[in-house]
């Protein structure tokens, strides 16, 4: 008896926010009432803030980020290290970087990383948009700030080569032990890389 | 260094999905960036039916269910038994034994239950509705499917005394439920078997 409790509006919605990561249909229900009960303070205004974003989202056609306009907040920013690309797989690394506060350098974002076993080729990525802008005279270095998996540092060694025969300087992203991390959680792996590449105190 | 990362609009999206239950700031920007890459299938469809919502469901005034059309589409089923009336704390009460699908009664909603602790008072919940629903003639029975913690059987004392003068017939959910369980948590089976055995008061 699939009854049709509550009309097909609720369950329509209902059934969206299901599709959000980490929900499922209960905690979507759990949503859906929390979100009704809220009409004024929470649905309508994320109603209103999912259709603006729907409708005025873009990449930017510099560096991949998203924003509202094009080129993106970042891009427009004259206060930041042009000569410096930050290249990372996606977005949300980029929010994550610029969380972190550390540099004020450019981005590129690569669109994902390559992965055989996914079928993510070359071609998939952002790699010629890259090149090009590697090739410009102002720009000094490029910093690989992928993910340290296998899929990643494939992704860096592949990138470390396309622009070998250019006179930027490639860099990666420090390995190490995490701050606040403790030893003996740590994989073998990071604290040999920690290890390796120890530094004067 | 708190830099505009991708303008306001991604910001605001953000700041309200984390206030989605089970969300803070980390899902939800995973969730923006999940939405943003599925513009056509998911945020635009979700951004319609949240404005849908949000203009358009309104309380029931007969059960207190939710719905976009009132009475709702429950209190509107013409198979449904309405000399049965199935009092629930709340909507999520509601479509958790709908979703069971055991019994096609009517229901009503309290809006909640006595609690001195949160100062939840008979005033605030829906009595006089349900004390008039119970008292007209064609109402046989209340099925009191409130839950089983101290406040949900202290409600449903309070109900079986307001309606003691009356002819209606009053039950309790079977315990099957176990004690301390909450019925939007329990499985289909169980409240099947509690709503076959309920007993009287």
């Given at each position: 008896?699939?009854?049709?409790?509550?009309?097909?509006?609720?369950?329509?919605?209902?059934?969206?926010l299901a599709?959000?990561?980490?929900?499922?249909?209960?905690?979507?229900?759990?949503?859906?009432?929390?979100?009704?009960?809220?009409?004024?303070?929470?649905?309508?205004?994320?109603?209103?803030?999912?259709?603006?974003?729907?409708?005025?989202?873009?990449?930017?056609?510099?560096?991949?980020?998203?924003?509202?306009?094009?080129?993106?907040?970042?891009?427009?920013?004259?206060?930041?290290?042009?000569?410096?690309?930050?290249?990372?797989?996606?977005?949300?690394?980029?929010?994550?970087?610029?969380?972190?506060?550390?540099?004020?350098?450019?981005?590129?974002?690569?669109?994902?990383?390559?992965?055989?076993?996914?079928?993510?080729?070359?071609?998939?990525?952002?790699?010629?948009?890259?090149?090009?802008?590697?090739?410009?005279?102002?720009?000094?270095?490029?910093?690989?700030?992928?993910?340290?998996?296998?899929?990643?540092?494939?992704?860096?060694?592949?990138?470390?080569?396309?622009?070998?025969?250019?006179?930027?300087?490639?860099?990666?992203?420090?390995?190490?032990?995490?701050?606040?991390?403790e030893l003996?959680?740590?994989?073998e792996g990071?604290?040999?890389?920690?290890?390796?590449?120890?530094?004067?105190?």
């Amino acid at each position: 008896m699939a009854q049709a409790t509550a009309g097909p509006e609720i369950e329509r919605l209902v059934q969206l926010l299901a599709r959000l990561p980490g929900f499922g249909p209960r905690s979507a229900r759990r949503a859906a009432l929390h979100l009704i009960g809220r009409r004024e303070q929470l649905l309508s205004p994320l109603a209103d803030a999912m259709r603006v974003a729907a409708d005025r989202i873009v990449v930017c056609g510099a560096c991949g980020n998203l924003d509202t306009s094009d080129p993106c907040t970042v891009c427009r920013d004259p206060g930041r290290d042009t000569s410096i690309v930050v290249v990372v797989e996606g977005v949300s690394d980029l929010w994550a970087l610029e969380r972190a506060g550390a540099l004020r350098a450019a981005y590129h974002v690569l669109g994902g990383v390559l992965s055989p076993l996914d079928g993510v080729r070359p071609e998939h990525l952002s790699l010629d948009g890259l090149v090009a802008r590697a090739s410009r005279p102002d720009t000094r270095e490029l910093i690989l700030a992928l993910n340290a998996t296998v899929d990643g540092q494939t992704t860096a060694h592949y990138i470390t080569d396309l622009v070998a025969h250019l006179p930027v300087k490639v860099t990666r992203l420090a390995h190490g032990v995490p701050i606040g991390g403790e030893l003996d959680y740590l994989d073998e792996g990071t604290l040999q890389a920690a290890l390796r590449q120890r530094t004067a105190m």
